[in-house]
């Protein structure tokens, strides 16, 4: 059974920092891609940060230059740093990673989410 762990949200003022970390755990054969998404309800959920298995980065454009992603890839997880929050950040954000289980197949998988909240 593979899982995704996220940690580290919680209630921060304006221009505060957060680190959310997701460890991914199971039967992992492999992870390629791992990514943040956050959702706010009556919008879509949106992508916010995303790492690819070379360590290549992609970022929405609302947070580029505020957050930054990044994984350990002995210890299976995904960070990401989120400085300079803002009240328009505040969403349940969510781990993804496509895994390939030790048996089965390439899927993509989800946390349970963690909420950050930012006060203004």
């Known amino acids: 059974q593979v899982q995704l762990v996220e940690s580290g949200g919680g209630l921060v003022q304006a221009g505060g920092s957060l680190r959310l970390s997701c460890t991914a755990s199971?039967?992992?054969?492999?992870?390629?891609?791992m990514g943040w998404y956050r959702h706010t309800p009556g919008k879509q959920r949106e992508l916010v940060a995303q790492?690819?298995?070379?360590?290549?980065?992609n970022y929405a454009d609302s947070v580029k230059g505020r957050f930054t992603i990044s994984r350990d890839y002995v210890k299976k997880t995904v960070a990401l740093q989120m400085n300079s929050l803002k009240p328009e950040d505040t969403a349940v954000y969510y781990c993804?990673?496509?895994?390939?289980?030790?048996?089965?197949?390439?899927?993509?998988?989800w946390g349970q989410g963690t909420q950050v909240t930012v006060s203004s």
């Open positions: 199971g039967s992992i054969l492999s992870i390629d891609a």
């Open positions: 790492i690819t298995n070379g360590g290549s980065t």
């Open positions: 993804t990673a496509r895994i390939l289980p030790i048996s089965g197949m390439t899927g993509n998988y």
